[in-house]
């Protein structure tokens, strides 16, 4: 008589307050410390990637060590279709959603010598149109029900185009004004959207920035993400002094711009 | 969301519109792999009609009367047919639903999977004792026609089984006949617990008995309260209602005490939604009673039953964490040492109750049943943010005083009860036999719904124990 869809994590009990969420791109960097620290504050989450092994080795982490629960579904976010069908699945096995997190991204070496269509195509499918895939459906039942949050992760490179990821900068500015138009749409809904722009963040894209300019860890961006999602922020830098530079950065008139080596 | 709104869950809601549309989601649901729940009017005070992302069947929409014999009290409904539809069609002709809850907003198909119990039991028994027949959907498809006679296991299993064994698709009721359509009500107060229990015993024999106990204080007048019992007026059946005009007066009042809306009055409640509010509310119930003590009136059936109805939305006053119900009942010899311990525990714990009502009843046959010779207590609580870790403290040690003396738990109302609680009281014989009947009506485990997994994982295969 089992059903195959239902799980204890999806039990819930009317006294005891469960807060769910999905992190897609949660097996490292950002989203691993994320679903670190959403656990350590109770959260039960689903953790999609495409890497099973380190999924399977965060959700026992999170399992044994944290307040949370965890369990992971292997997705691959260019692979559009299947979403619909997953997030069916996944809100299943949670038993609800309160919070979702698009935090799938890539980014190819800061290189102003390549011109890569592939390397490009890619870069956008997985940073701008993974999410069109995932946050329709995610927009969509938090509007019915009239609460929930999406936690999006872009960049302070997407603020502006930028001579040596031209495909980044614009993937996540994109991004940004996408996520712009769903918040917009949202708040009059009582759905919270935060867009997050990092800046350097010690994670496996680090080492394709051209120069280190003041990274803070992972653990520490998760933390400032943790803060604006208590706070309902919509839009947040992390950490904040990038809002000063990004603001300088968008100040210098292009014809000026195009003469920087950034 | 619940009735009591402390509990919400996302589910894909169907209509079905008969039988048919309910075969189709019952296929949908298989091949999914999703399971189903039902929903009436959702008037359960926790999460029994709720099935959190799965399938739920709202069924309000079946809402016809199919037969009525106003000649011996007969009535076949659909089982979304509301207790207030039932009474407005059938007392103009001397008749009344012989048991009836404190609002008219369940339809009798929530009614019968909760084999509830109104303010008479002790007289008339349960909702179910007045099922004649019912027709009922399994989940393989099947219809199945039960009553006394006629597949009787499956009778007295599926009313009270809280959604778990089929879909009641209709009912025949037998009503109660009446004269007038009035009761004569006459109000004692008493000065502490062993004066209500004395009083409600005594009167156990009126037509109908309830006590409000003040749940706010402790010491020497630790369970005062005031109860109210009610005797039908017999009167020349001429003096039945036949006109709109004289079945206005059977309505509840729009207006409190003739001038305040009634409709707003949600707004003024909030304000005591406190610790020092309700007891100010108590207190003053308590001294008006006592003022008026021995006092003797005339109400309509509707408004001496449907209490919860007086102020519309009232509930709201309780947003945004709503409010949730504890009630247990207990054995006769037992009822005023466990009453008394859990006022106690309420009075001292940092959520005390709002509300305290005690009722008398009697053992039943059913195979699901909260009854048995002695009292229940409802307990009503405000749920905040920063009182559930403590409420759900304070409701486990209660269940442990109340498993001790041998009561049980009413799953209409619950918010709380975990497994081990819900095994204990209903006994291994009654899980074995439930789980015989859930394997013989649904053997693919379709029916499920929050409160099904919260309180018997087991049912559904589920090896959880989350208590």
């Keep these: ?262 | 969301m619940s009735w009591g709104m402390a509990s919400e869950a996302c589910c894909y809601v169907y209509y079905p519109e008969d039988e048919n549309d309910l075969l189709e989601i019952f296929e949908l649901a298989k091949v999914r792999g999703m399971t189903v729940g039902f929903r009436g009017a959702g008037q359960s005070y926790g999460d029994a009609a709720l099935n959190g992302e799965q399938i739920l069947v709202d069924l309000s929409g079946w809402n016809r009367i199919l037969d009525w014999d106003p000649e011996n009290g007969l009535i076949t409904v659909q089982s979304g047919v509301t207790i207030a539809q039932l009474w407005r069609r059938v007392v103009s002709s001397g008749w009344w639903p012989p048991v009836v809850p404190g609002t008219m907003n369940p339809t009798v198909g929530g009614c019968a999977s909760m084999n509830i119990h109104g303010k008479n039991h002790w007289q008339v028994g349960s909702f179910g004792d007045h099922v004649v027949d019912f027709k009922a959907l399994l989940p393989s498809g099947k219809i199945v026609y039960c009553s006394r006679l006629k597949s009787q296991d499956l009778y007295y299993g599926m009313l009270g089984s809280f959604g778990m064994l089929g879909c009641f698709l209709s009912m025949t009721l037998q009503l109660k006949q009446i004269s007038s359509g009035e009761v004569q009500v006459t109000a004692l107060s008493a000065a502490n617990l062993d004066d209500l229990l004395r009083i409600i015993d005594i009167h156990k024999d009126e037509d109908y008995v309830v006590g409000w106990v003040d749940c706010m204080v402790g010491s020497s007048a630790i369970g005062r309260g005031i109860v109210h019992t009610a005797r039908h007026l017999d009167l020349p059946s001429q003096n039945i209602l036949t006109d709109d005009v004289a079945m206005s007066t059977h309505e509840l009042p729009t207006k409190i005490l003739g001038v305040l809306p009634a409709k707003y009055l949600w707004i003024f409640l909030r304000m005591f939604n406190h610790r020092m509010g309700y007891k100010i509310v108590n207190a003053v119930r308590y001294y008006l009673g006592l003022l008026r003590n021995g006092h003797r009136f005339v109400q309509s059936l509707a408004q001496f039953n449907f209490l919860l109805d007086y102020i519309p939305n009232w509930k709201r006053a309780f947003l945004p964490g709503g409010l949730i119900q504890y009630q247990c009942f207990v054995p006769f010899r037992n009822a005023y040492t466990v009453f008394h311990k859990i006022i106690q525990c309420c009075t001292n714990s940092k959520s005390p109750p709002y509300l305290g009502v005690v009722k008398r009843h009697k053992a039943d046959d059913f195979l699901i049943s909260c009854n048995l010779d002695g009292y229940s207590l409802a307990i009503d609580f405000s749920v905040k943010d920063s009182n559930r870790a403590g409420l759900s403290s304070l409701l486990a040690e209660l269940d442990k005083i109340v498993l001790d003396a041998g009561g049980r738990f009413y799953f209409a109302k619950d918010s709380t009860l975990n497994p081990e609680v819900a095994r204990s009281f209903l006994g291994p014989k009654t899980l074995a036999r439930l789980m015989e009947l859930k394997l013989g009506c649904d053997p693919g485990g379709l029916l499920q719904s929050n409160l099904s997994r919260r309180i018997l994982p087991e049912l559904h295969g589920y090896q959880v124990d989350k208590g």
């Design chain 1, 1 to 262: 008589m089992n059903h195959p869809n239902m799980s204890p994590i999806t039990f819930s009990r009317p006294l005891e307050r469960v807060t769910r969420a999905i992190i897609v791109g949660a097996s490292s960097g950002i989203g691993e410390a994320l679903a670190l620290k959403l656990a350590r504050e109770g959260y039960v989450l689903a953790l999609l990637s495409r890497s099973e092994d380190k999924l399977q080795t965060l959700c026992e982490k999170i399992n044994n060590d944290t307040l949370g629960q965890a369990t992971y579904f292997v997705h691959d976010v260019k692979l559009t279709t299947e979403v619909p069908e997953l997030f069916l699945k996944v809100c299943t096995e949670l038993g609800g959603l309160d919070l979702f997190v698009y935090n799938a991204g890539i980014q190819f070496p800061n290189d102003p010598t390549v011109y890569s269509t592939e390397n490009d195509l890619d870069t956008f499918h997985v940073n701008l149109l993974g999410l069109a895939s995932w946050l329709n459906l995610v927009a969509r039942r938090f509007q019915k029900l009239k609460s929930g949050h999406i936690v999006v992760v872009g960049s302070v490179a997407g603020d502006r185009g930028r001579r040596g990821m031209p495909a980044y900068t614009a993937s996540k500015s994109g991004l940004h004004t996408y996520v712009e138009g769903f918040r917009n749409r949202l708040y009059r809904h009582g759905v919270v959207v935060t867009t997050v722009k990092p800046g350097q963040v010690s994670t496996s894209l680090l080492k394709n920035a051209d120069k280190e300019l003041w990274p803070i860890s992972a653990d520490l961006a998760a933390e400032y993400i943790w803060r604006a999602i208590k706070r309902r922020r919509m839009v947040v830098y992390v950490p904040s002094r990038w809002f000063l530079i990004s603001w300088l950065i968008r100040l210098i008139p292009s014809i000026l711009f195009r003469k920087l080596n950034i």
